[in-house]
């Protein structure tokens, strides 16, 4: 079983930052790409950034140069710097990861998610 576990969501201003982190345990032999997405309310999910294990990123369109996307291997944690927040990045975030687990082959993981809002 492998499980992720998001913090760091809640209310912020427009025009300020939170930093999301997800942390990934239980059977992990190691973690390709590892990445964020969100779905606002009436809305589709959609990736927000996603990082491989050699530390390369993209990004959405709607965050490039606002929301930085890392990755701690030996920690297998994932962050999400979000600066310069708007009231359009008000969603839920999830976290996801493909894994590889061992036995039980490749997985691939979601978070429970977090809340982001952004108040105008």
């Known amino acids: 079983q492998v499980q992720l576990v998001e913090s760091g969501g809640g209310l912020v201003q427009a025009g300020g930052s939170l930093r999301l982190s997800c942390a990934a345990s239980?059977?992990?032999?190691?973690?390709?790409?590892m990445g964020w997405y969100r779905q606002a309310p009436g809305k589709q999910r959609e990736l927000v950034a996603r990082?491989?294990?050699?530390?390369?990123?993209n990004d959405a369109d709607s965050v490039k140069g606002r929301f930085t996307i890392s990755r701690d291997n030996a920690k297998n944690t994932v962050y999400l710097q979000m600066n310069s927040l708007k009231p359009e990045d008000t969603a839920v975030y999830y976290c996801?990861?493909?894994?590889?687990?061992?036995?039980?082959?490749?997985?691939?993981?979601w978070g429970q998610g977090t809340l982001v809002t952004v108040s105008s």
């Open positions: 990082i491989t294990s050699g530390g390369s990123t």
């Open positions: 996801n990861a493909d894994v590889y687990a061992g036995g039980f082959g490749y997985l691939e993981v």
């Open positions: 239980g059977t992990i032999f190691s973690i390709n790409v």
